[in-house]
């Protein structure tokens, strides 16, 4: 699975911003997907997950309420709809593919190559 992210930019506080990760290769809709961040200096860090179908959701606490993930397995893309966001939400985020949706790292086979999002006033 080749996965590529997309949808980063610079955003004010308080703004909204959604980011796509498109699949391409082995049939997307069998693996459960993840969005990890990771800011200048610091570890990479789970933000939340969503399983092969949709229907389980799983997020970082540092982003429930504020960040919603999504998939569209007819058009091979998961979403991060992240809003009121605040300058700590500043890093690369990373989509990922693996067996199942998890907040370890090495559970996911695949990665895309990150996308930039900058959060300042």
């Known amino acids: 699975v080749q996965l590529q992210a997309s949808g980063g930019g610079l955003m004010q506080p308080g703004e909204s911003l959604k980011l796509s990760c498109a699949a391409s290769?082995?049939?997307?809709?069998?693996?459960?997907m993840g969005w990890f961040r990771q800011a200048p200096g610091k570890e990479r860090e789970f933000v939340g997950g969503?399983?092969?179908?949709?229907?389980?959701?799983y997020y970082a606490d540092f982003v429930k309420g504020r960040f919603t993930i999504s998939r569209d397995n007819a058009k091979n893309t998961i979403y991060l709809q992240m809003n009121s966001l605040k300058p700590a939400d500043t890093a690369v985020y990373y989509c990922?593919?693996?067996?199942?949706?998890?907040?370890?790292?090495?559970?996911?086979?695949?990665w895309g190559q990150g996308t930039q999002v900058t959060v300042s006033s």
């Open positions: 969503i399983s092969w179908s949709g229907g389980r959701l």
């Open positions: 290769g082995r049939t997307f809709s069998g693996y459960d």
């Open positions: 990922a593919a693996g067996a199942r949706a998890s907040s370890v790292r090495r559970t996911y086979d695949y």
